[in-house]
């Protein structure tokens, strides 16, 4: 998750990069996207609408789509980093592989609705997508209707997947990434301590009107918090600090971590299970898992998962807690390609 002594390296390749016009770049690839905004309140007194982007691949549509939940200070901009997207972009590198993707902002994050940072919890927001996994599924995302739903997490997105597959039971596959059931606590709140501020004070969100009770990253600071020291590109990093940082709601965040990862809700996923970590996630990975090999972390994780999930893991060697911004990040999507070709039978 981060790695302290080589905090002082990464501050100081991110500020020389911040000097650079960070400018998007097209990608190579054929998709084609589309952005969409659908209301997901269960409540009418807070009506609630949450914005995406569609990635389809160039011509026939794909039958399966991936629901894409983007980690805590993150949001949807994490699938599709407009820096080298042959590279980074998880949705570009789907479409141009034949698969649909459709990245959301959750609840309180980006262009989707941004209510009370406290009135969040974490059955809010998988009660949001399990909607959305409805309107995929009826045709009312881009015109298609999906015969196939796969939830696709990172960190807190994992865990507020894990909480709407356990719950609804409604997706066909659901692949997690950056999340372990025992996190490394020391680590973790040395990470919220030190490397979060609340949005108010954040040169760069401030403006957008946040609460206090919304945090983000202090600024230069997702290089130490996110990446691999030895596997990561300064430019990427920079990207990452304009375009993929966001705010997320400190309660929710406690909600959603302790019922989504620290409770054995998993256990009632009914849906085959991918689980994905970077060797050197020091948030979750170090203390009490063993990520350096992925038979040991699914024997550890396996007792919070039943027979229906038939879990399968991965780790991407020598990346951080952000797998998807890694510099070979390529390496899981086609690892992820492959187990939702065995077990979603895309």
């Not at 997901?40 to 549509?61: D, E, Y």
């Not at 699914?298 to 807690?321: C, I, K, N, R, S």
Request: charged share 15%; with cysteine; hydrophobic share 45%.
């Amino acid at each position: 998750m981060r790695l302290r002594p080589l905090a002082a390296l990464a501050a100081s390749l991110v500020a020389g990069c911040a000097l650079l016009a960070v400018a998007p770049t097209a990608s190579a690839d054929p998709a084609r996207c589309s952005e969409h905004d659908l209301p997901v309140s269960t409540n009418p007194l807070l009506p609630l609408t949450m914005h995406g982007q569609l990635c389809l691949p160039a011509g026939n549509a794909s039958p399966t789509v991936q629901l894409l939940l983007h980690g805590a200070t993150y949001n949807r901009m994490y699938w599709d980093l407009p820096y080298q997207a042959a590279v980074y972009s998880y949705q570009r590198d789907m479409a141009a592989n034949g698969l649909a993707t459709f990245a959301v902002d959750e609840i309180g994050v980006g262009q989707s609705t941004r209510p009370l940072s406290t009135v969040i919890t974490g059955a809010m927001q998988a009660a949001a997508v399990h909607v959305v996994v409805g309107d995929l599924r009826a045709g009312a995302v881009g015109g298609i209707a999906f015969g196939k739903v796969v939830l696709v997490g990172h960190s807190a997105g994992s865990a507020i997947s894990i909480i709407e597959a356990a719950g609804y039971h409604d997706v066909d596959g659901v692949l997690l990434t950056g999340m372990t059931h025992l996190p490394d606590a020391p680590v973790v709140i040395d990470d919220v301590a030190l490397g979060l501020h609340p949005v108010t004070l954040d040169p760069q969100l401030a403006s957008r009107g946040g609460d206090p009770g919304y945090l983000t990253t202090v600024p230069g600071s997702r290089g130490t918090m996110y990446y691999s020291a030895g596997d990561l590109d300064p430019l990427a990093v920079a990207a990452d600090e304009r375009y993929a940082k966001d705010q997320v709601s400190a309660s929710s965040l406690l909600d959603i971590v302790g019922v989504g990862l620290a409770s054995p809700i998993s256990l009632n996923i009914t849906a085959p299970v991918f689980l994905v970590d970077g060797t050197d996630d020091t948030g979750f990975c170090g203390l009490f898992r063993n990520c350096a090999y992925a038979g040991t972390l699914q024997d550890e994780e396996a007792p919070y998962f039943g027979p229906a999930a038939h879990l399968t893991t991965y780790v991407l060697a020598g990346a951080g807690h952000s797998v998807a911004l890694a510099a070979n990040a390529s390496l899981y999507r086609d690892a992820s390609r492959a187990w939702l070709s065995q077990y979603v039978g895309i």
